[in-house]
């Protein structure tokens, strides 16, 4: 196993970890981002007021984006599996 393909299977791994985690990071950000707006807004300063719009964000990005993440890590497992068993001794 040379430099390279070791050095294409770790970039491979973080852009595909950055592109499954992407839709979840960020709409944890737009709730956080909207409910801070709304607080400072009317000035209530409740913690759950903050905390419950990020679960909901993350169950509804959960259910949208879910099945594409699901394949694209399948994706990535299958391709390092078939790359691992054509790995010459």
Known sequence: MDADLVLD???RSLETSLL???PLVLSALVAGV???LFQA???IQEPTLAFVPKI????IA???FGPWMLDRM???TVDTIDLVGRLQR
């Open 62 to 64: 959960l259910m949208l």
């Open 20 to 22: 499954v985690m992407a």
């Open 56 to 59: 909901v964000a993350l169950g």
């Open 41 to 43: 807004a009317t000035q």
């Open 34 to 36: 909207l409910a801070g």
């Open 74 to 76: 399948r994706t990535f």
């Open 9 to 11: 299977v770790c970039r």
